[in-house]
C-alpha cells in the first residue's frame, strides 16, 4: 500500500487525532486511561501563558490528565527546551488563582522524533523524564506524577518497551511510503493505515502535505547550513560569532522559504501556519 509517512505533522495529526487511536496510543506509551471523546488540532490556551504562545500538535484532556503528543521531524537546536517549555506551560496554565498552588490535571507529554539526528544526541528509542525528587536514601519520593516522554521510531532496539516498540515500528515502517496491510491485521492498524494511504486522498490535504515536505526541506538546508557557517565562524572569531552567523544564515533561508511561498500563492495566514512563524516575525523577515 502507498501511504503518506507518518513524519509529515498533517498525516501524523490526522491518524492519532482519531479519539479511539489516541486513547490506545496514550495507553500503551503511558500506562494510562484517559477518557475522551475529542481530540483538538493546532490547540492553544484561551489566554496566553508566558511569553511565548504555545500551539499543541495533539491535545486532549479528562477530567485528571492532560495529554499532549506533539509530532517533529527535524530536532532543532532548542528540541529538548522547547518541550520542556510546552510541558511546564500545561502545568502552569492550570494555576490560575492566586490563593493556592495546584494541579487539577497530571500533564502527560510524548514528543515523536522520526528522524535520527547526525550530532548523535537522539541515541535512544524512549527517555521519560518525571519530576519526582529522589531523597538520601536513593528513593524515589512520589509527589509529581507529570511526565515527558521522547520518542525516536528510527532507534528501535530490543530494549524498547514491548508496547511502545509496536507503534514506533508502525510509524517507523510507513516513512519510506510504503506498507504491507497483511503485517497489520489488528482493526485498529488498519484504520490508520486507510487514513494514511495515498490513494484517495483529499486534493487539499496532499497540498498541505506537500508544503510540509518543502518546508521540512528548507529547514533542514538552513539548519545545516547554519550549523556549518557557525562552526567555520567559531574556528575563525570565537564560538559566540558562529553562532551569530548561523543564525543570520537560519534568516536568510527563512526569508527565501517565505518568499517562494509567497510566489506559490499563499497567503500570509497560511504562510504562518506552514512555517510556524508568528505574523510579526513574518512581516519582520520580509520587510
Known amino acids: 500500500m502507498q501511504v503518506i509517512p507518518l513524519k509529515y505533522g498533517t498525516i501524523f495529526k490526522r491518524a492519532f487525532g482519531q479519539p479511539d ?17 475529542k481530540v483538538h488540532t493546532e490547540y492553544e490556551y484561551p489566554e496566553p501563558i508566558g511569553f511565548v504562545r504555545s500551539k499543541y500538535d495533539l491535545f486532549a484532556e479528562d477530567t485528571e490528565k492532560r495529554i499532549i503528543v506533539e509530532i517533529q521531524q527535524v530536532k532543532e537546536d532548542d528540541f529538548f527546551d522547547r518541550f520542556l517549555y510546552y510541558h511546564l506551560i500545561s502545568m502552569a496554565e492550570q494555576v ?7 494541579f487539577d490535571r497530571t500533564v502527560y507529554t510524548i514528543v515523536v522524533l522520526t528522524s535520527t539526528p547526525r550530532d548523535g544526541s537522539i541515541n535512544f528509542s524512549c527517555a521519560v523524564s518525571d519530576m519526582n525528587p529522589i ?9 509529581y506524577p507529570h511526565r515527558l516522554v521522547f520518542l525516536c521510531p528510527r532507534q528501535v532496539n530490543d ?14 515502517d510507513s516513512l519510506d511510503g510504503e506498507m504491507n496491510e497483511a ?15 495515498k490513494r484517495g486522498m ?12 518543502a518546508w521540512e526541506k528548507a529547514k533542514r538546508r538552513f539548519v545545516a547550513e547554519g550549523r556549518e557557517e557557525g562552526l567555520e565562524k567559531g574556528l575563525e572569531k570565537g564560538l559566540e560569532k558562529g553562532r551569530e552567523e548561523g543564525r543570520a544564515m537560519m534568516l536568510k533561508q527563512q526569508r527565501e522559504t517565505v518568499l517562494q511561498a509567497r ?23 520580509t520587510k
Open 202 to 213: 483529499d486534493p487539499a490535504l496532499l497540498s498541505e502535505i506537500k508544503d510540509d515536505a
Open 96 to 102: 490560575g488563582g492566586f490563593q493556592e498552588y495546584g
Open 263 to 285: 510566489e506559490m500563492g499563499l497567503d500570509e495566514t497560511a504562510i504562518v501556519k506552514l512555517t510556524g512563524l508568528t505574523m510579526p516575525e513574518l512581516k519582520k523577515i
Open 21 to 37: 487511536i489516541f486513547r490506545q496510543f496514550v495507553k500503551d506509551v503511558l500506562n494510562i486511561e484517559i477518557n475522551i471523546n
Open 159 to 172: 530494549k524498547t518497551p514491548p508496547l511502545v516498540k509496536k507503534w514506533l515500528n508502525f510509524i517507523e
Open 183 to 197: 503485517d497489520y491485521p489488528n482493526t485498529l492498524w488498519q484504520k490508520i493505515m486507510v487514513t494514511i494511504q
Open 135 to 143: 531523597d538520601e536514601y536513593g528513593r524515589t519520593v512520589e509527589v
